[in-house]
Every structure is written in C-alpha cells, then in structure tokens.
C-alpha cells in the first residue's frame, strides 16, 4: 500500500490495517454483530460541521491535493462527508507516529472496499460473508504540517466499484450509527417496555423517514440488547482500583458511582483537588462535551470544561456514562454541583438533546443553557440532507443566517425569507429548532458570559480538553493513562503560557496609557485579544448623537461601513457603558466601539469594573481555597492539596526571582533558613495552642474584619471621588477644545480680512 514518506529523521511507521473480517461495505441486510456501541470509529458523515473550511466554505466542496484542515479528525469527517454524497463508505488505514513524541502526524483515510479479504485462520468465522473488499484504490492521505495544521498529501479519486445511490447511502457503514439523542429516547422507551420495533416506529416518525434515521433496525435492536449488559467489561476493575489510590493519595479527589461499585448501574464521576480549585476561580462557564455519543467512542466518557485566564481548555472532573437516561443525567449533575461547592456556573454548554436539556433545566434553573453550535449542524446537516442535494446553495445561506446576522430583526428576517425561498415552511426540524433559537443562535445569546474570545465563534466546535489524547478507539484499559497525560500536558501549557505572560514583554502598538495599564494586568494571550480591538478605535470613530446630560449615546462605526454601526450608552459619572454588539457581556473583553467612545470622552485607564479578574495574571490570587470552598469536611488534612497548591504558586515565583544574580541568590537562600526555622517553631507551637490562645486569635481576626470593612469604606469613596474628578476633568477638556477651536476660526476671519483689505 502507498503512502508518501516523511522526510524527518526522529519518525516512525505504524500499521492501524482493519481486520480482514470486517464488513465495511453497502449491508442492507445487515446481521453482523453490532459495532455501534463499542465498534472501531467511523464518524457520521454529516458531522461537517466541526471543520470550519467546510462551515464557511462550499458544502459539496470537492477534495484535493495542499487542502488543510485543523485536525487530522476534521479530516476523516470531511472526506466521510464526501464519500455520502458521492456514494461510498469509509475507514482508517495505515498511519506514521512521531518518535519524538508518540503523536500520530500522518493518516490515510481509504474506500471502505480497498485492499482484499485475508483468507484462512483458525479463528475463521464458520459463516459465509459476503465478499466487500475490492482492491479499490480511492483514498485521502493527510500529513501534519510544522504548523499545525494537516494537508493532503495524496489524493485518489477513481473506485473500481459501483457507486451507491442517494436513497440507500445511509445503510453504508460509515454513515450509520445509534447518535447519542437517538440513545437517550431508546433508553427511556426500553425502560418503559417499548419493544424493538415500537421504538423503531417512534424514530421514524421523530427523525420524519426511515432513511434521516441513520441506523437500520437490526442496529436498533443489537443497541438495545447491547444496553441491557453495558457495563465497563473486564477494565471496570482498573478505574475502581485508579479512583481508590488517588483518594488515598490527594485528600481532595471526590468521586461518586451510581449504584454499587461491584456492580455499577448508572455512571462514575470524579474530580480531583486541582479540578476543583480550577472551578473556584474558572466557573463562570462549564462545557460538558458528550463528544463520544456523536463520534461513536468505544468509551462513554464525558468531560465537565472550562477556560481558564490564558483561554485553555481547563478540567472540571469527568464522568464515565453506562445509562443515559434522564435520571441518570440528573444524578450526574447533581453530583458534579456537589463536588464544586454548590455553586451554579453563569452559563453551560450541552448537546441539545432533549433528555440533557430535561436534566439541565432541573439542576441548574438559573443558569444559562446555551446548545453547541456544531452539534446543531451536523444535526441540520442529517435533518436536511434532502435539500442540500436539491439546493446546492441552501447550505451556506443557512450557515450566513446562523453565523453572520448582527442584530435579532435581521435574524428574523433572514430566516423567515430563507425558509421561503426553499418552500420549507413547514419543515417540523427547522420549526422546533426555531422554537429554541435563543439556545443557539449566537445573537440570542451574546447577552451572557460564554468566556469566548468571539461572539460569532459561537462554540462552533465544542470545548475539548482531550482533543489528542482520547478518541474513538481508545479502550477503557488504556483510558486512565491517556486521562493522566492529558492533565500533565494541559497543566504544562498553564505553566509555559504563565512563565511567558510574566517574563516577556508585551510589544506595544500605541502610546496609550490604557494599553500599558492593560498590558501589565491581563495575560498574555488575553491581552493580545484587548490589543486588538484597541488598535481598531483608529478605524472605528465615535460620534455623539444624544447628550442627554449624565448619560450620552454614541454612534461608532467603521470607516466605509456606516451601514454596520454600534450604538453605545456612556455614563459620563459611572464611566460605564453598553454597547449594541455586547462582546464584553460575552467575552469578559471590552470591546473596539467602548474604546471608542472612551477614547473621544479621555477616558485614559480602564475602569475597574472592566477588568474580568479570570482574564488577569493574577486571576488565582486572593482566593482561599479551603475545605469550606470545596465543600470538604473540616480538617487540616483535608485542606492540605490547597496549601500546597498555594505554597507551590508562591515558591514558583520566589526561585524565578531568587536565581536572577549571584547575590539575589544569595539574599533569598538566607531568607528561606530564616523561614525554614519560623517554620519550625510555628510547628512546635501548634501543639501547645490553648483554648484561651484560639479565643485571642479571633478577637484580633475580628479586629481585622472591621479594619477591612473601614478600609473598604473609604477605598470606595476614593473611587467615587476619582470618577468624579475624572468626569469634572473630561468636561473641562471639552471646553477648552471648544475654546482652541473658536480662535483658530477667529484667527481665520482676521487673516482673511486682512487679505482682503490689502487687495
């Protein structure tokens, strides 16, 4: 079998050959084993939508050679994606690892009747299949590239086969399986008694056909008995004997199983002490990525993320799901709550299935349930895919309708003349999607944080801290070490990006006093971000339109793009302003009109109440995370993972500091005997503390509470003090601008009498 070498030295060649016993060809009497549950991956071809050169391009775009795409997993689903319109199914064959680092930088995605059957061998099943391998030559080879992205190398078009028709394309293998929503209503209909075909009959009607479906009921069925014996096999054994040592070695770990840990019923969560300090400071906005029941994962595993100050994927805990009922959900959720605190996020993104959303609405009434962008695509995607064959257009207009629409009239309007131009008026997907728009629509939602860098970035690919380390055919038996090399390696990324945003200077763009203020709070990245849109003030002038005294209403737009203005209400005393586009309510990052308007008011520093602490370098600072915040019991023991984790932080910095020169290094090495011995004697004392010592302590703690109250007091007037001057300041700026411009004018006349009196 071809495949293009690598011209680097530090690489090696795997084999990944599918089995010689496996059918991946047309099967309308499909009665093999079922592989929808625990089989190998083979993405759903409609799940396009997760690549974002096919999002915003062409959705019948053809493949071809240097095409790039962000992931090697983009790049299987777009070529499955291909082969369901084009009429064939798909599989993984050969790949290249690096030996630098174990990755996979090289991947070849084959017709599913390429190569030829091996005969022979004694595990030989004793039924006579039929004959699917080919030798057909179609393929797709993607290699990563140094930056990052991956490109296809080699490209085979031609089959040696016929091709299969629209209207059976959803038998092939590649493009059917049980989604995860499908899983859900067969889960609750099995625990009510609904047989086989029963359920069967609900799909169909629910999905409107047999063939938007996406599975056949043979699939329906092995899914079914499958359920009834679903269990974690032979590696369930070595979760529980990896989730017991890590609650004897961190005193922080919290887990939890659904029924007996024998015997588990329903599902396994578990957090350890540095995901839930993470929450503590990181959430505001919880993802929780069911992935693996859209990509056919042999593992049911689902991750709880967020983002931490420098944009990173950062973890909340984990489940492991055997039952996806709804109660199950609402165990699950009602668990993870448990384990942070009791503390609601501001927001949650979910698949829309309805069963999660049934759970969510129970949990979390008073959070902001916003449904993953990417996965209503790839579902519009299935829903539509008659009308994408019969519009090629319809596609792109959907997604400029989605994506690209400002303001909530345009919206309406674009969508209600899309639906009509397409005759889809009455189309029940689109209708009850509709009647949920304000969960998915990006301008529905821009009124609440989301922790987003964009507003029209909109989750278009859902929140992944695993990306890498855990896909479809990881099996439960290599699922903890993968787990464990994730977390060491998005921990290492925290660490780089914090050394970097501490010791390298942000290069500046403007002599403004607010970017050097905003360069030495934010992160790097997030700074980057700020810079950004404060450099695009340039392009965007502010002009006044309403002075309405203490509150004024500004008009900013682009030049050339007076059509696409934002408007924004400043409070002239407050310092506070709303803009139209509300990418500070969503981002947490002040936006270019805001800026603006600042800009023509002399507004030089950014007001407090416009630095989001989890975007800052010390946005992990000032916070004790004990065992009231983590909801732990009341021990010293139990709190330790926290003052580690705090000492850690500081001594981190101190050695930074320390080793600068020899007589720094010096200065702090006396410092820390002198510590070591403070130490000492604090540990000695410990154990002669007195009753009357700790009633001493919280007077004087009492003390201090009140001191910081006075203190708070009177940091608040001082504040309201500076806005005040700081408005005064701004009028008079204004006066005396109106006062330069009426001499020049006067300065005008005087030299044009003069003119005209000499001619």
């Given at each position: ?120 061998g004694e595990n030989r099943s004793k039924r006579q299949r039929t004959v699917t391998r080919v030798g057909c030559k179609a393929q797709m080879t993607v290699k990563k590239q140094n930056s990052g992205k991956w490109a296809v190398t080699k490209l085979v078009k031609e089959h040696n086969h016929e091709l299969v028709p629209p209207d059976k394309v959803h038998c092939l293998r590649s493009h059917r399986h049980v989604s995860g929503p499908a899983r859900s209503l067969i889960d609750t209909l099995q625990a009510a ?439 732990l019991p009341g021990s010293s023991q139990e709190s330790l993972t926290a003052r580690y984790e705090n000492l850690r932080r500081e001594a981190i910095k101190y050695v930074e500091e320390g080793a600068a020169s020899a007589h720094i290094y010096n200065v702090a090495m006396d410092a820390l005997h002198e510590a070591a011995k403070k130490v000492y004697a604090a540990k000695e004392q410990v154990s002669g503390i007195t009753p009357s010592t700790l009633v001493k302590e919280c007077q004087l703690q009492s003390d201090s509470v009140e001191l910081d109250n006075i203190i708070k007091e009177l940091t608040a007037d001082l504040e309201n003090a500076s806005q005040r001057c700081e408005a005064y300041r701004a009028t008079l700026l204004s006066v005396l601008k109106d006062m330069e411009e009426a001499k020049l004018r006067i300065t005008v006349k005087v030299h044009n009498t003069r003119l005209n009196l000499k001619g």
């Open positions: 079998m071809d495949l293009e070498p690598l011209n680097i030295e530090n690489e090696v060649m795997e084999f990944a050959i599918a089995s010689g016993e496996e059918d991946n060809g047309l099967d309308l009497e499909h009665n093999d084993e079922y592989e929808g549950y625990n089989g190998e991956m083979a993405e759903n071809s409609s799940s396009l939508a997760r690549d974002s050169l096919v999002l915003n391009g062409d959705p019948n775009l053809e493949p071809s050679e240097r095409m790039e795409f962000d992931s090697e997993q983009a790049a299987r689903i777009f070529y499955n994606s291909y082969a369901r319109r084009i009429g064939f199914s798909t599989r993984v064959s050969v790949y290249q690892r690096s030996r630098r680092d174990g990755s996979i930088i090289c991947r070849q995605i084959v017709c599913s009747r390429e190569g030829f059957r091996r005969e022979g008694g609904m047989g086989p075909s029963g359920v069967m009959s609900v799909l169909i009607k629910e999905s409107g056909g047999i063939n938007n479906v996406g599975f056949t009921k043979v699939d329906c069925q092995n899914y079914m008995s499958s359920s009834r014996q679903r269990t974690l096999g032979s590696g369930g054994q070595h979760i529980f004997d990896y989730l017991k040592r890590k609650q004897e070695d961190d005193p922080g770990f919290f887990c939890a199983v659904q029924g007996d840990s024998e015997n588990p019923t329903g599902n396994i969560f578990w957090a350890d002490a540095n995901s839930r300090m993470n929450y503590q400071f990181f959430g505001d906005t919880v993802t929780f990525d069911t992935a693996y029941r859209t990509n056919r994962y042999r593992v049911p595993f689902a991750p709880f993320t967020g983002w931490n100050h420098h944009g990173q994927p950062v973890l909340f805990g984990c489940a492991l799901l055997l039952n996806e009922s709804e109660s199950s959900f609402v165990w699950l959720f009602q668990t993870w709550l448990s384990a942070m605190s009791g503390h609601h996020p501001i927001s949650i993104t979910t698949d829309q299935d309805r069963i999660i959303r049934a759970a969510v609405a129970q949990v979390f009434p008073g959070t902001r349930h916003r449904f993953c962008k990417w996965n209503v695509l790839r579902e519009a995607h299935e829903k539509l895919f008659h009308v994408n064959q019969s519009h090629l257009t319809f596609e792109s207009e959907f997604q400029r309708c989605i994506n690209l629409t400002e303001t909530i009239d345009e919206f309406e309007s674009c969508w209600e003349s899309l639906l009509q131009k397409y005759n889809l008026m009455d189309n029940e997907w689109l209708q009850s999607m509709y009647n949920v728009r304000q969960q998915w629509v990006p301008v529905y939602l821009r009124d609440t944080f989301f922790g987003e860098m964009s507003i029209t970035q909109g989750s278009d690919s859902i929140n992944s801290f695993f990306d890498g380390y855990i896909n479809a055919s990881t099996s439960i038996q290599v699922l903890i070490k993968q787990y464990e090399k994730a977390t060491a390696s998005r921990y290492e990324k925290e660490v780089k990006a914090d050394y970097d945003t501490i010791n390298t200077a942000a290069v500046l763009k403007t002599p403004s006093p607010m970017e050097k203020q905003a360069a030495n709070l934010y992160t790097r990245i997030i700074f980057t971000q700020f810079q950004e849109e404060l450099v695009e003030t340039l392009a965007n002038p502010a002009t006044i339109i309403d002075d309405g005294g203490s509150e004024a209403l500004y008009r900013v737009a682009k030049f050339g793009e007076d059509h696409k203005a934002h408007f924004i209400k400043f409070n002239v005393f407050e310092r506070k302003a709303s803009c139209s586009c509300q990418m500070f309510e969503f981002s947490g990052i002040i936006c270019r009109h805001i800026l603006a308007v600042f800009r023509v008011t002399n507004v030089l520093t950014l007001p407090s109440h416009y630095i989001l602490k989890r975007w800052t370098r010390n946005s992990k600072s000032g916070v004790i995370v004990d065992e009231h915040t983590l909801g």
